[in-house]
């Protein structure tokens, strides 16, 4: 049952410049092209997208992947006129603020839970923030660029999701993509995350490439840190449980400020290598810019 301000049913033929496009219901005003998840929160809590909302602003960690995401979007989109950019699993819309505020970029974001979405529309209304599934997107060639900040590894058919993004892009568009790296730093906190899956470089590239897209740029994030992030993993076991209520998902977040500083400040290296065109090759996360191919 989804909850909210409801209007009825419509459809919208400019989403994709086909008559048949298909229908949506506006609900407090976002609207939704998979109402019945709109608030499914099976794998990630409704509750958690506020904390998580504050959570950003000062995390060492969710700053530098922006600062990360912006140089390469700079490098490899911006030209002339305006770029359209579409970013699924927006979430709080954190990442896409960042984006909204470059120059020469129309945004979008896409996000599944509704909670998030309103989140999103408030953080950053300039910018449409729509719901879907991203196992089924209603566009066809319509964005120059779309983003998945770590997003796929929630998803257990991420290959479908991938020939949706190749769906979506314009001829030559590019994918930008994050992911949790190295499946031997599995732990609780990726089961209590909803996470399906922590990728190896060569599974990740195997799947695009067979998918249609070819590879611009690939490297490791959080190199850097690794080893904290390592010890961390090691150390911690599972996270903070709380009697009756559910697993605190976002305890690997709660760092000591003078920390916090001090991973900031390190992070900065591996912006610095990537901002140059390097290529860290190990870290906790993987991060690709992809280039629509041939079908």
Not at 99 to 108: D, H, M, N, R, S
């Amino acid at each position: 049952m989804v909850s909210g301000k409801l209007s009825t049913l419509r459809r919208n033929p400019s989403l994709n410049g086909k008559m048949n496009a298909p229908p949506f219901v506006v609900i407090d005003g976002i609207r939704c092209f998979a109402p019945r998840l709109a608030e499914s929160y099976k794998d990630y809590p409704k509750e958690i997208y506020t904390a998580l909302a504050k959570i950003e602003e000062r995390h060492f960690w969710f700053r530098s992947r922006n600062a990360v995401i912006r140089q390469l979007v700079t490098k490899y989109v911006l030209g002339s006129g305006v770029r359209r950019f579409l970013e699924i699993g927006c979430g709080t819309g954190y990442v896409l603020k960042m984006l909204a505020a470059i120059p020469g970029l129309e945004c979008t974001g896409a996000e599944v839970h509704l909670q998030g979405a309103q989140i999103a529309k408030a953080r950053v209304p300039s910018s449409e923030i729509i719901q879907l599934d991203a196992c089924d997107i209603p566009f066809e060639g319509t964005f120059d660029a779309v983003g998945a900040f770590d997003v796929i590894e929630h998803i257990e058919f991420d290959e479908k999701v991938i020939q949706n993004l190749h769906r979506v892009l314009k001829d030559e568009g590019h994918f930008f993509l994050t992911v949790p790296q190295h499946p031997f730093l599995w732990s609780p906190q990726d089961e209590f995350a909803g996470h399906k899956r922590r990728y190896t470089r060569s599974e990740l590239l195997s799947k695009l490439g067979r998918n249609g897209f070819r590879i611009e740029y690939v490297g490791s994030f959080c190199c850097t840190v690794f080893p904290f992030m390592l010890l961390s993993r090691l150390t911690r076991g599972n996270p903070a449980r709380t009697k009756g209520k559910a697993p605190d998902i976002l305890a690997e977040f709660n760092v000591f400020e003078p920390l916090n500083s001090l991973l900031r400040l390190l992070m900065r290296l591996d912006e610095t290598v990537i901002r140059y065109g390097g290529s860290l090759p190990f870290g906790g996360s993987l991060i690709v810019v992809a280039r629509k191919g041939a079908p």
